[in-house]
């Protein structure tokens, strides 16, 4: 995967337009996510245990929102032999097509199907497997609930959903603290403070994420009876739902 580095917000800029996955985003993604979202090697990594436990023989897994192709690559090299299909989804050209390239410098048994399209607009069926990692923040907060459902319907019995987003806080002390210490995690990466500041402001209007209570919510009022956090750093969480 390209290792190219994420300087998009080191210049000042006099207007911050809002944030999209555009070519020169995705030119740098590998470097933006890992710098920006503390556990995301590991959560990658660990989507790949999750498929191999709970993948079943002849099923679907989609990767909804998939970008280079990560995790994608990550549950692939687990589930070779089982005659599963992977549906691999995004609605940025430009992700789709070095997606493409990255998932094809790996030889293998198991296809997948690169879409591009919105998530919205797809059919989810015979699903073992579903991964939302760090899109549905993304999504219109009135389109998550619809969303969910169509995942819940599409799921065998059994089949699981891992959700991976950042959280915001109700507690204003805790907000506040774990906010600092993921500032500090990219100052750590590397991060001036203009970049953090620009790129926060990049985001305000395009990324709206929701508390665990309302996560938890959502997949509860649609009908998945088993949810835990497995994974969480700071304001970034990894869940995952049971059919
Ligand atoms: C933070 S990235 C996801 C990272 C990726 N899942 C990974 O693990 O490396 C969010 C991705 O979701 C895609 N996206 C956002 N809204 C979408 C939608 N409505 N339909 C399809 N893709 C969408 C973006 O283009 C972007 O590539
Ligand atoms: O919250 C931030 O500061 C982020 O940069 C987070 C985040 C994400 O969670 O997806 C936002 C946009 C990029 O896709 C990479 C990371």
């Known amino acids: 995967m390209n290792s190219n580095q994420d300087t998009i917000y080191a210049q000042a800029c006099e207007h911050i337009s809002d944030f999209q996955f555009d070519d020169r985003v995705a ?3 590998s470097d ?3 710098r920006s979202v503390p556990g995301y090697g590991q959560i990658i990594n660990t989507l790949g245990d999750f498929a191999d436990k709970c993948v079943t023989p002849n099923s679907k897994i989609y990767d909804l929102g998939c970008s280079l192709g990560a995790a994608t690559l990550s549950v692939r090299r687990r589930i070779e032999g089982r005659g599963c ?3 691999a989804v995004d609605n940025s050209e430009s992700m789709v097509e070095r997606c493409k390239q990255n998932l094809s410098a790996y030889v293998s048994e198991t296809p997948v199907d690169l879409i591009c399209a919105d998530i919205r607009d797809i059919e989810i069926q015979d699903a073992s497997m579903v991964i939302l990692n760090f899109t549905m923040q993304f ?7 619809t969303l969910i459902a169509k995942i819940y319907q599409g799921l065998k019995p059994g089949g699981i959903l891992v959700l991976s987003e950042k959280l915001v806080f109700e507690d204003e002390p ?3 603290l774990l906010d600092e210490l993921h500032l500090d995690f990219k100052r750590a990466n590397g991060y001036s403070e203009l970049e953090i500041s620009q790129k926060r402001s990049s985001l305000e209007h ?3 994420p929701d508390t665990l209570p309302q996560h938890q919510q959502r997949l509860e009022a649609q009908g998945f009876s088993h949810f835990s956090v497995w994974f969480q750093c700071f304001n970034f969480a990894s869940m995952v739902a049971i059919k």
């Open 139 to 145: 999504l219109a907060p009135e389109d998550r609930q």
């Open 85 to 87: 299909e992977i549906i």
């Open 27 to 29: 030119g740098v993604f």
């Open 32 to 34: 933006m996510i890992r």
């Open 174 to 176: 805790v907000q506040h």
């Open 206 to 208: 395009v990324m709206k």
